[in-house]
């Protein structure tokens, strides 16, 4: 019996067209497939449309309205393919991870850095690649596929702006490669017995504040005043100027921990945080209640917290334990 995938189109380079203004997403789910005529012999596809928008103006509110069609439609398929933009695909991925945990069914991510209907294009490889990897047996949770390279829906980021392989998984292995069709795994995942576990809200009052040399501290009071948690992108392993800690350290005597939220990560790539290394990192978690990334990605990190803080009335160790609590391996430690 064929598989039976379903098809979600969002907008994206993928199924974009040049314009005298430049490429703006415009292919119909119908015309995006239509590229791939041969695929239809092997599996069952159905194509819906969920929007057409360039990936820059995708917001949490998409996120949302991507996993409740996953919610409608999970018992009617065996898989999910999500054609998406790639300058935002890693943030959807992590979200889609936490909106959608244990899911015994594949929800994969493509994109291209090529419209689809270019004469030379990486799209109709990437889209390919994606439909043969849903409809495998083996394959469960939210991947991105891109290039040949299946990556974890918590550990991708786009790390080239215009080459075919756009994307990376950091501080964890990709999961598999797709050569001419073939699935070749190098990780096997654990499938859920009891799963999907569904989630419907986010709190968008998440703050990234990305730290610079000079940087002066004066909005800090504002910032602190309008989010409910402010994630500081510093340096190194997780270093603070001191006078930036000076006035971070008066803002957050005014609140509880479970009132503001402070998460660290850092500005490099790969190794992830360690902020008890240095005097200027240590002085801040000794001192105050703060939350450390680790090795997650940025993009993991900051959909993770929209979706723990979109639960009122939690207490501070609450907090704490579903943040440091691993989900679809967004942290090994």
């Given at each position: 019996?064929?598989?039976?995938?379903?098809?979600?189109?969002?907008?994206?380079?993928?199924?974009?067209?040049?314009?005298?203004?430049?490429?703006?997403?415009?292919?119909?789910?119908?015309?995006?497939?239509?590229?791939?005529?041969?695929i239809?012999?092997?599996f069952?596809?159905?194509?819906?449309?969920?929007?057409?928008?360039?990936?820059?103006?995708?917001?949490?509110?998409?996120?949302?309205?991507?996993?409740?069609?996953?919610?409608?439609s999970?018992?009617?398929?065996?898989?999910?393919?999500?054609?998406?933009?790639?300058?935002?695909?890693?943030?959807?991925?992590?979200?889609l991870?936490?909106?959608?945990?244990?899911?015994?069914?594949?929800?994969?991510?493509?994109?291209?850095?090529?419209?689809i209907?270019?004469?030379?294009?990486?799209?109709?490889?990437?889209?390919?690649?994606?439909?043969?990897?849903?409809?495998?047996?083996?394959?469960?949770?939210?991947?991105?596929?891109?290039?040949?390279?299946?990556?974890?829906?918590?550990?991708?980021?786009?790390?080239?702006?215009?080459?075919?392989?756009?994307?990376?998984?950091?501080?964890?292995?990709?999961?598999?490669?797709?050569?001419?069709?073939?699935?070749?795994?190098?990780?096997?995942?654990?499938?859920?017995?009891?799963?999907?576990?569904?989630?419907?809200?986010?709190?968008?009052?998440?703050?990234?504040?990305?730290?610079?040399p000079?940087?002066?501290?004066?909005?800090?009071?504002?910032?602190?005043?309008?989010?409910?948690?402010?994630?500081?992108e510093?340096?190194?392993?997780?270093?603070?100027?001191?006078?930036?800690?000076?006035?971070?350290?008066?803002?957050?005597?005014?609140?509880?921990?479970?009132?503001k939220?402070?998460?660290?990560?850092?500005?490099?790539t790969?190794?992830?945080?360690?902020?008890?290394?240095?005097?200027?990192?240590?002085?801040?978690?000794?001192?105050?209640?703060?939350?450390e990334?680790?090795?997650?990605?940025?993009?993991?990190?900051?959909?993770?917290?929209?979706?723990?803080?979109?639960?009122?009335?939690?207490?501070?160790?609450?907090?704490?334990?579903?943040?440091?609590?691993?989900?679809?391996?967004?942290?090994?430690?």
């Amino acid at each position: 019996m064929k598989k039976k995938l379903l098809i979600m189109t969002t907008g994206g380079t993928i199924a974009s067209v040049m314009t005298p203004s430049g490429l703006i997403p415009a292919l119909s789910s119908e015309q995006l497939m239509s590229y791939l005529p041969e695929i239809g012999e092997d599996f069952q596809l159905t194509t819906r449309a969920l929007y057409s928008l360039d990936s820059t103006d995708v917001t949490p509110e998409h996120w949302l309205t991507i996993a409740e069609e996953i919610r409608k439609s999970y018992d009617d398929f065996d898989g999910f393919v999500i054609c998406h933009g790639t300058d935002t695909m890693a943030y959807t991925a992590a979200a889609l991870s936490y909106l959608v945990q244990d899911s015994p069914k594949p929800i994969v991510l493509t994109g291209a850095q090529k419209p689809i209907g270019f004469e030379i294009t990486d799209a109709k490889a990437n889209l390919r690649d994606s439909i043969i990897y849903a409809a495998d047996a083996e394959s469960c949770g939210v991947q991105i596929v891109f290039d040949g390279e299946v990556i974890l829906g918590t550990r991708a980021k786009k790390t080239k702006s215009l080459s075919y392989a756009a994307f990376s998984s950091i501080n964890y292995p990709v999961l598999a490669s797709i050569r001419d069709g073939r699935i070749i795994r190098y990780i096997r995942q654990e499938q859920a017995g009891a799963g999907p576990v569904f989630y419907d809200r986010l709190n968008t009052k998440v703050f990234l504040l990305k730290i610079t040399p000079g940087e002066l501290p004066t909005l800090l009071p504002e910032i602190f005043r309008v989010y409910d948690c402010v994630i500081i992108e510093s340096f190194g392993v997780g270093g603070i100027p001191d006078s930036l800690e000076s006035a971070l350290f008066r803002e957050l005597k005014k609140y509880r921990p479970e009132e503001k939220i402070l998460a660290m990560t850092t500005q490099v790539t790969y190794e992830g945080s360690h902020i008890e290394t240095y005097e200027v990192g240590r002085k801040l978690k000794d001192t105050f209640s703060i939350l450390e990334a680790k090795d997650m990605t940025l993009e993991a990190l900051l959909t993770k917290l929209m979706w723990i803080l979109a639960d009122e009335g939690q207490s501070w160790e609450e907090i704490c334990g579903r943040f440091y609590r691993p989900v679809a391996a967004d942290t090994l430690y």
